[in-house]
């Protein structure tokens, strides 16, 4: 701050004037301190002099006031509210309604379940419409009639006084796996006067199952590879202190499963166990397969109780059910097969067949001295033609080797790795093959250093699908028919002959066969015929309709033609009927059969006393 010499030396020369005067009397000049709302003069060298500090002591005292007020008027407020909801006036309170259920804790499966219920009004005004309902678990059963399924208890309890309680006793058949939680959902509603509230309280009761009188455990691979066989093992058991009589487990089977076989017989998805003495037990194995995708989980539900009636395995009760989960994964070496170079399906009778069989390593390590085998069976192989340029056939089991022996590639398989081995062999003549005839072809890997199993196998099955011999001929002296006309045939002259289709099926039943084909312009159809023909004019085609041939029996049918030959034909044996083509539908294989006709000339070798010259136009 800026000092003043001159204003320092006036004020000590004034104070040293008033110090010395011996005619200055000294006085009491001190004056009381300022009142603090007064503002002190700025200094003479033009200091600003401090505020004064607001006088807050009245504000602070009036806030403290209205907080004080304000805090007592909220707790008066809660309290007149707390007292009006719970002990004034005749509100009504889905809070003031006690329900009550006694009954245990836990339960044996399949034992009859006593239940006490109890609802107390404490609303100081009366109910009306009481409404109780309890929702039980799926299964329960209704106590006085264990076959009739008891889902719900509904009861409309009328009008409650205020204080009064109304009490109900229930009894059910309940059922559960062994320690699953059963929960029961209570819902009560009323009404009361003057209102269209409905007000609605729901609570719950617990209670665990201790056991069941008749219980399944199931043991099944936790994951498996697509369509190779696998067994799931059931145990049925009785826990009752008496014997259960007509005993049953239904299955539920995931889609794409196969059952090959099971040790008891497997009738509308239900195995019949009949009577099991306390404590006895039931194996059931089931064989299988499984179809789907990599990774995909399919469930196997299994549920033990008793039928019906001895005759009907229905069931009645339902004790337990059982799930499994089966994952499906990839199998070490995924191996496909392949005929005449399409994917196995179906093959044909008196033919060589050619066999390609596909291999990789899926894993993310080597599979060392890794082996694929396929053995084949059926009665249509000809066992004697088999034949492989990269592999070993073990004629002892029909069985078809490829290893490190014949491919040194197979000591040690790299990740991703693959390979194909090649084989032929030869089907039976149609005559040699029982109808409806199949062939199986068994394929299995393996190796050594593999974490995930040393083996992996799978079956492919080969439908042999039906032949037909397919024939079309011309009788002019011989036949069904009547012929007229000049033999040989005359330039000009009309001359009329039997045309007869033949189709022999060499194996299983054929369904729709049908015959067509098409008339030469000088040629015509004289609509005599045996079996179901038609003509059409304008396409000129002949269709004979087959229909059904069973296995290994033959069709045959004729129709009658005309033709005047032409000068342009003599020397010639003009053609009758176009080529002739069969068609069906194989029952068995299920793929459509086909075959053909050459077409028929006036040359009628069938004749009795033919020569060639009787064909050819005069």
Request: aromatic letters at 8%; a negative charge.
């Amino acid at each position: 701050m800026t000092t003043h010499p001159e204003d320092d030396i006036g004020f000590l020369e004034e104070a040293k004037k008033r110090l010395y005067d011996p005619n200055n009397k000294i006085e009491d000049v001190r004056k009381p301190f300022p009142e603090p709302m007064k503002q002190q003069p700025p200094h003479s060298w033009g200091d600003t002099a401090p505020l004064a500090r607001p006088a807050t002591k009245k504000k602070m005292h009036f806030a403290g006031i209205f907080f004080t007020l304000a805090f007592l008027f909220f707790v008066a407020s809660v309290g007149i509210a707390g007292y009006f909801l719970y002990f004034g006036g005749n509100a009504v309170s889905v809070n003031k309604i006690a329900i009550d259920i006694q009954g245990p804790t836990t339960i044996a499966g399949g034992d009859t379940v006593p239940l006490s219920l109890t609802i107390t009004n404490k609303n100081s005004t009366t109910i009306q419409n009481a409404t109780v309902e309890i929702t039980f678990p799926d299964g329960t059963r209704d106590a006085a009639d264990a076959t009739k399924s008891y889902p719900r208890y509904t009861e409309n309890l009328g009008t409650i006084a205020s204080g009064a309680s109304v009490t109900r006793s229930i009894k059910v058949v309940m059922f559960g796996g062994e320690g699953a939680p059963l929960n029961l959902p209570v819902s009560f509603s009323f009404e009361t006067d003057n209102s269209n509230t409905v007000f609605v309280k729901k609570t719950s009761f617990a209670l665990a199952v201790s056991s069941t009188p008749l219980s399944v455990s199931v043991d099944a691979p936790t994951q498996i590879v697509s369509d190779e066989p696998f067994i799931l093992t059931l145990i049925a058991r009785s826990n009752a202190t008496t014997k259960m009589d007509n005993v049953v487990l239904t299955t539920a089977l995931p889609f794409g499963f196969s059952v090959a076989s099971s040790s008891l017989p497997l009738v509308d998805s239900s195995f019949l166990i009949g009577t099991l003495q306390p404590g006895a037990s039931k194996k059931i194995i089931i064989a299988g397969s499984l179809k789907g995708q990599e990774n995909e989980q399919q469930a196997f539900h299994f549920t033990i109780g008793t039928g019906k009636t001895e005759n009907d395995q229905t069931l009645a009760v339902s004790y337990m059910t059982q799930d499994t989960l089966v994952t499906i994964g990839a199998p070490f070496i995924s191996t496909t097969i392949s005929i005449n170079g399409n994917p196995a399906s179906t093959i044909t009778s008196g033919s060589v067949q050619s066999v390609s069989v596909s291999y990789a390593n899926t894993l993310s390590t080597s599979v060392a001295n890794t082996e694929v085998d396929v053995s084949i069976s059926g009665a249509a192989v000809d066992y004697d033609s088999i034949k492989t340029s990269n592999g070993f056939y073990r004629s002892g089991d029909h069985t078809i080797v490829f290893s490190k022996d014949t491919d040194p590639s197979l000591a040690s398989l790299a990740p991703g790795a693959s390979g194909i081995g090649t084989f032929t062999f030869s089907t039976l003549a149609p005559e040699s093959v029982p109808a409806s005839s199949s062939i199986t072809f068994s394929i299995s890997a393996s190796g050594s250093g593999v974490q995930s199993g040393s083996t992996h196998a799978k079956t492919e099955t080969v439908k042999v699908a039906t032949v037909v011999t397919f024939s079309s001929s011309a009788l002019h002296s011989s036949g069904q028919f009547g012929n007229s006309g000049p033999i040989p045939p005359h330039a000009g002259s009309p001359t009329t002959y039997t045309i007869v289709w033949n189709a022999q099926n060499k194996g299983s039943a054929i369904a729709g066969g049908a015959v067509s084909a098409v008339l030469p312009s000088y040629v015509s159809y004289t609509g005599v015929a045996s079996g179901g023909f038609s003509f059409d004019k304008g396409s000129r085609t002949v269709t004979w309709n087959v229909g059904d041939i069973s296995q290994k029996s033959t069709a045959q049918g004729s129709f009658q033609v005309s033709i005047t030959p032409s000068t342009s034909q003599k020397g010639s044996a003009p053609k009758l009927v176009g080529q002739a083509s069969f068609s069906g539908y194989d029952r068995f294989a299920g793929v459509q059969i086909s075959a053909l006709a050459d077409p028929v000339t006036t040359e009628t070798p069938q004749d009795p006393g033919y020569t060639s010259a009787n064909g050819t136009v005069q």
